[in-house]
């Protein structure tokens, strides 16, 4: 068995704040990253860790002995890395990524990089996949994650980690028949062109009702049973449900994350960071 040393910070970080919420502000990642991270090092100890009680965690018996053992790892990896990561790195190196990923652990990733390398300049931006592949073609990023069809893939980009599709409603509201109310990142987003293409096969009328710049806006808006959504799978948390009438649609594509660096982008701080990112996001896809 290996332990995942930051599924377990995220694991101590729960307990000493009270909670995935408060958590994730102190990590700076989402509080379904959170979840994700608790789930995965649980699979990985074979046992569970936290007693959920509504919303008070508690830790379980093998909860408290790794809590125990835990933080002596995380405080010895945290000294290892501090003495052995090199703080020559010097340059400047201008990162895009998708929303989706910096909430997934993008932004975390680039805690991490600004600590050890002080001296390397990171300029981070957060934007939907359509503008940042712009700004990667005219120079404006050095790197880019982005969220792609699989025909979109290039052969020089690296893979961080494949995503299902899944659509999405409230409970209460599930648009049974009639006209679908749809919701959505917006006319340049991923998912409209997939999710309108998807309905006009189908021969299903539909209208966009609302266009979100987040996720959480999103999926609050479908929660709130203004109408249905098409999402990577990763991102859905709260009270929805796989909308039922998606049974007679077709499957939706497969999504691939990937990192692509601009034309030229061969400084050593820029692969440092692509280097980084891959080794971050590559466990996303191990469990894939």
């Given at each position: 068995?290996?332990?995942?040393?930051?599924?377990?910070?995220?694991?101590?970080?729960?307990?000493d704040?009270?909670g995935?919420t408060?958590?994730?502000?102190?990590?700076?990642?989402?509080?379904?990253a959170?979840s994700?991270?608790?789930?995965?090092?649980?699979?990985?100890?074979?046992r569970?860790?936290?007693?959920?009680?509504?919303?008070?965690?508690?830790?379980?018996?093998?909860?408290?002995?790794?809590?125990?053992h835990?933080?002596?790892?995380v405080?010895?990896h945290?000294?290892a890395?501090?003495?052995?990561?090199?703080?020559?790195l010097?340059?400047?190196?201008?990162?895009?990524?998708?929303?989706?990923?910096?909430?997934?652990?993008t932004?975390?990733?680039?805690?991490?990089?600004?600590?050890?390398?002080?001296?390397?300049?990171l300029?981070f931006?957060?934007?939907?996949?359509?503008?940042?592949?712009e700004?990667?073609?005219?120079?404006?990023?050095?790197?880019?994650v982005?969220?792609?069809?699989?025909h979109?893939?290039?052969?020089?980009?690296r893979?961080?980690?494949?995503?299902e599709?899944r659509?999405?409603?409230?409970?209460?509201?599930t648009y049974?028949?009639?006209?679908?109310?749809l919701i959505t990142?917006?006319?340049?987003?991923?998912?409209?062109p997939?999710?309108?293409?998807?309905?006009d096969?189908a021969?299903?009328?539909?209208?966009v009702a609302?266009?979100?710049?987040?996720t959480?806006?999103?999926?609050?808006?479908?929660a709130?049973?203004i109408?249905?959504?098409?999402?990577?799978?990763r991102?859905?948390?709260?009270?929805?449900?796989?909308?039922?009438?998606?049974?007679?649609?077709?499957?939706?594509?497969?999504?691939?994350?990937v990192?692509?660096?601009?034309r030229?982008?061969?400084s050593?701080?820029?692969n440092?960071?692509?280097?980084?990112i891959?080794?971050?996001?590559?466990?996303?896809?191990a469990?894939?």
């Open positions: 068995m290996q332990l995942d040393v930051e599924s377990v910070r995220a694991f101590i970080t729960v307990l704040h009270g995935m408060a958590a994730a502000e102190v990590l700076d990642m989402s509080q379904s959170v994700w991270k608790i789930k995965r090092l649980e699979e990985r100890v074979g569970d860790l936290l007693l959920r009680d509504g919303r008070t965690l508690t830790p379980t018996h093998d909860g408290r002995e790794l809590l125990e835990g933080r002596m790892l405080s010895i945290d000294e890395v501090q003495r052995l990561s090199s703080t020559a010097e340059g400047n190196v201008r990162l895009g990524s998708t929303e989706e990923a910096s909430a997934l652990c932004g975390a990733v680039c805690g991490r990089f600004t600590r050890i390398h002080p001296d390397a300049d300029d931006h957060v934007d939907r996949s359509s503008r940042l592949a700004m990667i073609e005219q120079g404006e990023l050095d790197v880019a982005l969220q792609l069809a699989e979109e893939v290039r052969a020089s980009d893979l961080l980690w494949r995503d599709l659509w999405v409603s409230s409970p209460d509201w049974d028949e009639g006209p679908v109310p990142f917006g006319q340049d987003g991923f998912y409209r997939v999710s309108e293409e998807a309905l096969r021969g299903i009328r539909h209208r609302y266009s979100g710049p987040s959480a806006g999103v999926l609050s808006a479908v709130a049973g109408g249905v959504a098409l999402l990577s799978s991102s859905i948390t709260g009270p929805v449900i796989d909308w039922p009438r998606a049974a007679t649609l077709e499957r939706p594509p497969t999504v691939v994350n990192a692509r660096a601009a030229g982008a061969t050593e701080v820029a440092a960071l692509i280097d980084d891959r080794a971050e996001m590559g466990e996303i896809a469990l894939d």
